[in-house]
């Protein structure tokens, strides 16, 4: 069984999607839950996570109508900036939703330390790590130092790195990636998503992603990785199907069971209260 933690759905005529190619063969077409369902079943995935795809409320509003329809939709990670003036509004109006399970930044959005807007982001990350929700970080490799900064300021806050924190597969990079797992390994409060594998290393690559992902689940545990398949994201490189063969291909060989069951499913669950 699976729990999938990092799903997206869109249907561009909302509008807010500015960073899908227009024309792009695979993802410039809007992407609904029924389309997904099949290849869920296939694979004994029975709760999603969606996540932002737009850094809007508005987005955030449509996933939450989503998850109200489909029960196997059971979180929502939305897309707000932490610095607007209305932050504490529309943050007192979502978190109303049981399902709105956090938020999702850019590694981008993380100001420098001690600065004003670093003081405004604590303040407003200490509302999530009052209320239980997450905080997912859209990270590159440079910007984990800048996340390992920040959690020790917030020490009941889960920050939730996606897509391995995008070392650089294809180029082969391991630093400064490997310097920021070891920064982040010793703060409970961080875990990574095994997930948009199949873009990062080009399709179906095991070869390629092995020593990331052993080296991250040698740092962090068991605990703190989850499965996430990126669709639709995802079909840029390959199938559903080969998004969880590709996690399963890469997860140490000397996991057992329960290892394999906390990262595939148990993990994402907890984190997200699904």
Known sequence: ?????????????????????PGDPVIARDYVPAELL????????????????????????????????????????GGMSLLADDFDQEYDRLRQNRRFAGIRINGTDIPDAGSEAW?????RLSRLEADGLTLDVLAHAVHLESIALLLPELPDL???INHLGIPGVKDGAWEPWNAGVSLLAGLPGAAFKISGMLTQAGGYRPELLYRYVHRLCGAV?????????????????????????LFEAVLPPEWGERERGLARCGNALRIYGA
């Open 221 to 245: 545990g068991p605990e703190r990785v989850l499965f996430g398949s990126d669709w639709p994201v995802a079909l840029l490189g390959g199938t559903y199907d080969e998004a969880v063969a």
């Open 119 to 123: 003081n405004l982001l604590l303040s």
């Open 158 to 160: 889960t920050a939730v």
């Open 1 to 21: 069984m699976y729990a999938d933690s990092h799903v997206h759905m869109w249907e561009l005529a909302r509008g807010d999607y500015t960073w899908i190619p």
């Open 38 to 77: 099949p290849a869920l079943e296939r694979n004994h995935v029975t709760a999603v996570i969606l996540v932002q795809a737009a850094a809007t409320v508005a987005e955030t509003d449509y996933m939450l109508s989503l998850a109200g329809q489909y029960p196997w939709i059971t979180g929502v990670v």
